[in-house]
Structures are given as C-alpha cells and as structure tokens.
T-cell receptor, first 111, second 115 residues
C-alpha cells in the first residue's frame, strides 16, 4: 500500500507556529502536496515538494526528506482564519498523476 | 491555474436513482480525476478519466456504479448509479496543471445527499 499518515487534529494559539507532520511510504514516491480545506469548501493547493529541503511561501513553509519518507507543513504567525483541515497527498511514479491523500489534520487556532 | 466548475453544486436524491455530475474546465487538460469525500473523511480517488478511452478505476470502485465519460479535453461526467444513503458524500473533480505544471486543482465539489 501507499499509506499516508498525519495527525488527526491539532490545536494552536493565534500568533504561534505550528508544524503538521506527514509520513509516507517511499517506494515509487514522486512528490508531496499540501492542501488546505475549509469546512464546506474544496481543497486549495498550498505547496508541492519533490526535492529535499524547505520551500518557503509567505507564512507557510513545506519540508521534504525523501530518504525518510517525511514531510511537514509549517504555519507561522497563526491567524484565526488558518483554522482548517490540512491534507497531505503524495504522487507516485507510474500512477498517472493521481494523488493519494492522508486523512487530513484538523487544525484549530484559538485566541 | 485552471478554473473548474461542477454541476450541480448540491442535490438531494432518492435511493435507487442516479445522478450525473458534470465537470467543466476552462482549458484543455490531459488528466482529470474524480474523488469522493465522505463526511469527516479525507479524499479518496474514484477513477482517472481518460480522453478517448475508458476510465481507470481504483480498487473498490466499479464502472457499473460510477460510469464516467470524457468526451473531450475540457469536460467529464461522473454518474452515481442506483444510489444508497452510503453514497452521500462530496464528489470532486480535479485536473492537473498541464504542461510542466505539477499543481492539481479541484472543482468546488458536488454535495450529494441520498435519502
């Protein structure tokens, strides 16, 4: 299988930093996506990592370690509007571009 | 980025009936995907819609239950056949960015309730 694992839920305080981890099986792995999904809405693309290292995009950064089968999404200066589900998804070679999603991490930002 | 629309946005259907969901993209794309998101769950891929050939279904999904059409590079339909309450879900279509773009974009989803 190609299990994608991430925590079910996390809570953090407004203005703080939170790191959401994701692990995946490395066999045939191609790239790692992060999506944000607010309740009742479609997922929106946040980031894509294919090389090892940290990719920074404003308040959000995403990290990948291909050898460890590990990624994280880092959210800085948390705002109340960041309360959402964060979905980790992986693509695999010879899988025609489809994505395998983790179960999602429900992030609650408290004042 | 691709702009994707889906019809209908939501529907309430009776058990045993069928519903066809449409997905329209504003540009030609090679890859189109159909996902299901059951209440409180993450996304599960149903099938890849291939232009000019039959769709490729994931384990647990069959053509008789979820027939898919892909008549051209900007449009696809997913039919949920002989519905039961267990089919109540959000159905989303997704497209690849095309060319060298790695991004995948999602449509707004169709919220289906089966009574």
């Amino acid at each position: 299988g190609q299990n994608i694992d991430q925590p079910t839920e996390m809570t953090a305080t407004e203005g703080a930093i939170v790191q959401i981890n994701c692990t995946y099986q490395t066999s045939g792995f191609n790239g790692l996506f992060w999506y944000q999904q607010h309740a009742g809405e479609a997922p929106t693309f946040l980031s894509y990592n294919v090389l090892d290292g940290l990719e920074e995009k404003g308040r959000f950064s995403s990290f990948l370690s291909r050898s460890k089968g590990y990624s994280y999404l880092l959210l800085k200066e948390l705002q109340m509007k960041d309360s959402a589900s964060y979905l980790c998804a992986a693509s695999f070679y010879n899988q025609g571009g489809k994505l395998i999603f983790g179960q999602g991490t429900e992030l609650s930002v408290k004042p | 980025s691709a702009v994707i629309s889906q019809k209908p946005s939501r529907d309430i259907c009776q058990r045993g009936t069928s519903l066809t969901i449409q997905c329209q993209v504003d540009s030609q794309v090679t890859m189109m995907f159909w996902y299901r998101q059951q209440p409180g769950q993450s996304l599960t891929l149903i099938a890849t819609a291939n232009q000019g050939s039959e769709a490729t279904y994931e384990s647990g999904f069959v053509i008789d239950k979820f027939p898919i059409s892909r008549p051209n590079l900007t449009f696809s339909t997913l039919t949920v056949s002989n519905m039961s309450p267990e089919d109540s879900s959000i159905y989303l279509c997704s497209v690849g960015g095309g060319g060298s773009s790695y991004e995948q974009y999602f449509g707004p989803g169709t919220r289906l309730t089966v009574t």
